[in-house]
């Protein structure tokens, strides 16, 4: 993907269900506050119709328990949501902010039942191609064990192809970084820092 196509300040944290990511972006936020960063952060879900893009308050507690949407309600919504992200982008998102996303449009290639998607993976797969870059992929790996300790959504098979599934998506990408989330949060939100740092030009170089 082109630099084009890239947001310098968009940074997105992937993981799959326990691997901590509100926690681990609360206390990101809370260190960047203290030196002085503005930082907004942003759940996954889109919000049409102008509301506000730093809320979560629509987050969906329990996303498995619907059936899909028909393929013409799931296209418009994901052709929705691009127009949405890249007008953001350009118009919305400002420069001097940066904007930390628990999950992004890339998530739904992953786990489309989640987001009761029921067109074409191939349609997706094409506007996840078109969606505009964040500067940085952060992904919070654990072992499968680890991750159903902490939350029982799906069975230990899903959370074991999900796993992989982020492993083999973030290894994909350009600019990205894997922390290892079964450490203590606080570590991990040192690493987390760290690597944002690296990624806005703040630090040393990491990983990718």
């Given at each position: 993907?082109?630099?084009?196509?890239?947001?310098k300040?968009?940074?997105v944290i992937?993981g799959p269900?326990?691997?901590?990511k509100?926690?681990?972006?609360?206390g990101?936020?809370?260190?960047m506050?203290?030196?002085g960063r503005?930082?907004?952060?942003?759940?996954?879900?889109?919000?049409?119709?102008?509301?506000r893009?730093?809320?979560?308050?629509?987050?969906?507690p329990a996303?498995?328990?619907?059936?899909?949407r028909?393929?013409?309600?799931?296209?418009?919504k994901?052709?929705?949501?691009l127009?949405?992200?890249?007008?953001?982008n350009?118009?919305?998102?400002k420069?001097g902010?940066?904007?930390i996303?628990?999950r992004y449009?890339?998530?739904?290639l992953?786990?489309?039942?989640?987001y009761?998607y029921g067109?074409?993976?191939?349609?997706?797969r094409?506007?996840?191609w078109?969606?505009?870059?964040?500067r940085l992929w952060?992904?919070?790996?654990?072992?499968?064990?680890?991750?159903?300790?902490?939350k029982?959504?799906?069975?230990?098979e899903e959370?074991?192809?999900?796993r992989?599934a982020?492993l083999?998506?973030v290894?994909k990408?350009?600019?990205?970084?894997v922390?290892?989330?079964s450490q203590?949060?606080?570590?991990?939100v040192?690493?987390?820092?760290k690597?944002?740092?690296g990624a806005?030009g703040e630090?040393?170089?990491y990983?990718?």
């Amino acid at each position: 993907m082109s630099s084009q196509n890239q947001s310098k300040q968009k940074i997105v944290i992937l993981g799959p269900d326990g691997a901590g990511k509100s926690s681990v972006i609360q206390g990101v936020m809370k260190e960047m506050a203290k030196e002085g960063r503005v930082v907004k952060m942003r759940h996954l879900k889109p919000f049409y119709a102008g509301q506000r893009r730093d809320t979560s308050v629509l987050v969906n507690p329990a996303p498995h328990g619907a059936p899909p949407r028909s393929a013409i309600t799931s296209l418009a919504k994901i052709f929705l949501w691009l127009a949405e992200e890249w007008s953001a982008n350009l118009f919305q998102d400002k420069k001097g902010e940066l904007l930390i996303c628990d999950r992004y449009y890339h998530d739904l290639l992953i786990d489309p039942v989640r987001y009761r998607y029921g067109g074409p993976m191939w349609v997706a797969r094409t506007v996840g191609w078109l969606m505009p870059r964040p500067r940085l992929w952060l992904l919070l790996d654990a072992p499968a064990i680890v991750l159903q300790a902490r939350k029982q959504e799906v069975t230990l098979e899903e959370t074991e192809r999900q796993r992989k599934a982020y492993l083999d998506f973030v290894r994909k990408q350009k600019n990205h970084v894997v922390t290892d989330a079964s450490q203590a949060l606080d570590k991990v939100v040192a690493d987390a820092r760290k690597a944002i740092a690296g990624a806005i030009g703040e630090g040393v170089g990491y990983g990718g």
